[in-house]
């Protein structure tokens, strides 16, 4: 077995830094294959399987169904038995869940902008950066003295994926030096 330095506990079920001697030799003798699903898809089917089967999946019980999006063209054509276990979930947990879903569909994004310190400068803002699907999550802006701009935490949630190009593009117009917080993890989850 390989002992990991640090690991995340969202999908706590199945969080582990080393895999134990007993359950590693049985995977080492019946496992053909193991595949690593992100936590984001793993929300997603959480989110799939209570809206569409009403079943409540804690997210180590949901992996093995989330995997078959990872595995779609490997299993076309075959017979396939998920065991979905663990109801270890509770509704406290579920913004986090649906939050995540999102952020893994690219359909909600966090943003540091350079925001300009002027009357109006909001409303220009939603009319010229914002699409008619797209809603404003955050906005945590603090003016400051003697500055022309000042730096806002942005949180946009998009209808569709199909509006990000040009969302993306009507903000680098905004800000050319803006800050899609998706794509730092350290700011992100400092900021976020």
Request: some cysteine.
């Amino acid at each position: 077995p390989v002992a990991l330095d640090q690991i995340d506990k969202f999908v706590d079920g199945a969080a582990v830094k080393e895999v134990g001697d007993h359950n590693y030799v049985h995977a080492k003798a019946f496992v053909d294959q193991l595949i690593a699903i992100d936590e984001g898809q793993v929300c997603v089917t959480i989110l799939e399987l209570y809206s569409k089967q009403a079943i409540v999946a804690e997210p180590a019980g949901a992996l093995s169904v989330a995997a078959l999006e990872e595995m779609r063209e490997a299993i076309k054509g075959k017979t396939v038995v998920c065991i979905i276990s663990g109801g270890n979930n509770d509704s406290s947990r579920m913004a986090e869940i649906e939050e995540r879903a999102l952020i893994y569909q690219g359909l909600m994004n966090y943003f540091v902008i350079h925001f300009p310190q002027r009357p109006g400068a909001l409303k220009e803002f939603v009319n010229d950066v914002l699409g008619p699907n797209d809603d404003i999550t955050r906005f945590e802006y603090t003016k400051k003295i003697n500055r022309g701009t000042g730096p806002v935490i942005l949180g946009v949630l998009s209808k569709q994926t199909e509006d990000l190009p040009d969302l993306f593009a009507r903000m680098l117009a905004f800000d050319p030096n803006y800050i899609k917080l998706n794509e730092h993890p350290s700011l992100f989850t400092l900021l976020v």
